[in-house]
């Protein structure tokens, strides 16, 4: 499931890492700009899986992202014919 995550890094982290039976996948990366309370870091989407489970999200994380452009496609075409 997707968690808010962050690091204490100014490097953006992978948006995909495996280590052993784990995977762990990033996405929706937000740049936070250092402060005086805080150093420059990341905010992101973050799920950490096994290998298992990856296996049945991946094939169909790729089926939401197509449907998800193809919507984006439509609204756009919509829009330009108003």
């Known amino acids: 499931m997707w968690k808010r995550s962050e690091n204490s890094d100014p490097l953006k982290p992978l948006a995909h890492e495996e280590s052993g039976n784990n995977v762990i996948i990033r996405r929706n990366y937000t740049a936070v700009p250092a402060t005086e309370e805080t150093a420059a870091h990341w905010t992101y989407d973050e799920w950490q899986m096994t290998q298992e489970q990856y ?28």
Do not use: K, R, S, Y
Not at 55 to 80: C, G, K, M, R, S
């Open 55 to 82: 296996a049945i999200f991946e094939p169909l994380n790729a089926v939401i992202e197509e449907q998800a452009d193809a919507l984006i496609e439509l609204a756009e075409l919509i829009t330009e014919g108003m």
